[in-house]
């Protein structure tokens, strides 16, 4: 005998077999659905199910109150009972879990994602949104105000002058770059969504359940508020952030020296200048009051005419040390130096050969020593470990 298959036997006996048919659904049913199976997601991500409480996270909340709505919908533990597999519609609600009684009908279906259409009051889930979109809410949602943001404040500032002065450079965030999870670390900069971010603390690694190691970072971003998000997180968020960029640190070594060697390129010299100028404050403390500068050609050019110019404070000046430079950066090395002495800046102001009130550029109140001290730091680069204290009136460690 042939062995017949189950719908050709059932054929041979004149019943007929009727192919099933495929189950279709309605807009909003198709909406319902999507908006369980973020709640099993969820389910599948943490071991349980979602649960209510201000210290949750907000889409956890969301997640909540979505299921505990669905529960009580006839209609929707019809539809979803067969997809139900984690037995989520027969849980209880706990403790733990606030009551949705005492919620407006409005505010809940708002939370839900669910709003009165035109036709009918026929109540319909809003667009669900991706996972991608979802990652992205989250980070945004968990910034929070910054309360002790005006100690990291000058540390913005001072970013933002190194950039413009050249000391630090952007770099785009690529994977390719050889930049490295592990690599973020306490102290760094970033720029993400417009904003510099500044790690400011990093919390102890640990493995994470996908097997790779991760750590808790507290994260400062320069409109004042901050985050506690996990490395693997901000890493994610640089990478797809086309104009997420990392901040290059100062680079710190020994920047020139005092004589030149065999195949060394003479690049400037350093100047330090005092003003002639009869204006009583620049009088009582000339000794004190310098002009510190850069220059590629002979410093006798760029002063001469220093009594037309307000950056000379409109008067003659006298050259008390220059130091030559080699193989460097002119506009790194000024703008190092001129950080170095920031809190020493001369608030002066002149009136210009029009009458128009200016102030005079790169003066600093500092002794001459200081400044030669400066020079030493910077050859042997331990000036990173330094600042200028002008109530001492000299370098003092960070």
């Known amino acids: 005998m042939v062995d017949l298959s189950d719908d050709e036997l059932l054929a041979e006996l004149g019943v007929e077999v009727e192919a099933p048919k495929a189950r279709t659904y309605t807009p909003r049913q198709e909406r319902i659905i999507a908006g369980f199976e973020d709640v099993m997601r969820f389910f599948e991500e943490h071991g349980r199910a979602p649960l209510h409480g201000e210290d949750r996270d907000i889409f956890e909340r969301l997640y909540a109150i979505r299921l505990d709505r669905l529960r009580e919908l006839d209609e929707c533990r019809e539809l979803l009972t067969d997809l139900d597999k984690h037995g989520l ?124 190691f991760d750590a808790r970072l507290r994260v400062i971003y320069s409109n004042g508020t901050e985050s506690d998000i996990l490395r693997r997180s901000l890493q994610r968020a640089l990478y797809k952030d086309e104009a997420g960029r990392r901040v290059t640190e100062i680079e710190a070594g020994p920047l020139f020296s005092a004589e030149s060697e065999d195949g060394d390129l003479e690049s400037g010299t350093i100047y330090v200048l005092r003003s002639k100028s009869d204006h009583p404050m620049v009088a009582e403390y000339r000794d004190l009051i310098h002009k510190i500068g850069v220059t590629g050609g002979s410093v006798e050019t760029r002063i001469s005419g220093a009594e037309k110019s307000a950056t000379y404070m409109l008067a003659g000046v006298e050259v008390v040390a220059t130091y030559k430079l080699f193989n460097i950066n002119r506009v790194q090395i000024e703008g190092l130096i001129h950080k170095v002495f920031a809190s020493a800046i001369l608030d002066l102001t002149i009136q210009d050969r029009f009458g128009n009130p200016v102030k005079p550029r790169e003066w600093f109140l500092v002794p001459l020593s200081a400044i030669n001290e400066a020079v030493e730091r910077i050859r042997d680069g331990s000036i990173t470990n330094y600042r200028y204290d002008p109530q001492q009136a000299r370098l003092v460690e960070c």
């Open 89 to 212: 519609f027969t849980g209880s609600q706990t403790e733990e879990q606030a009551s949705t009684a005492d919620i407006d009908d409005d505010d809940l279906l708002a939370e839900l994602g669910v709003e009165p259409t035109s036709e009918d009051d026929i109540r319909i889930l809003r667009h669900v949104p991706s996972a991608e979109e979802r990652r992205a809410a989250e980070e945004i949602a968990n910034r929070i105000k910054c309360t002790d943001f005006d100690k990291f404040k000058v540390v913005f500032e001072q970013v933002e002058r190194d950039l413009a002065e050249g000391l630090r450079e952007t770099r785009q965030f690529v994977k390719d770059a050889g930049f490295l999870k592990a690599d973020i670390t306490k102290g760094q900069f970033f720029i993400l969504g417009g904003q510099v971010a500044y790690v400011a603390e990093v919390g102890e690694t640990f493995r994470a359940p996908n097997g790779e």
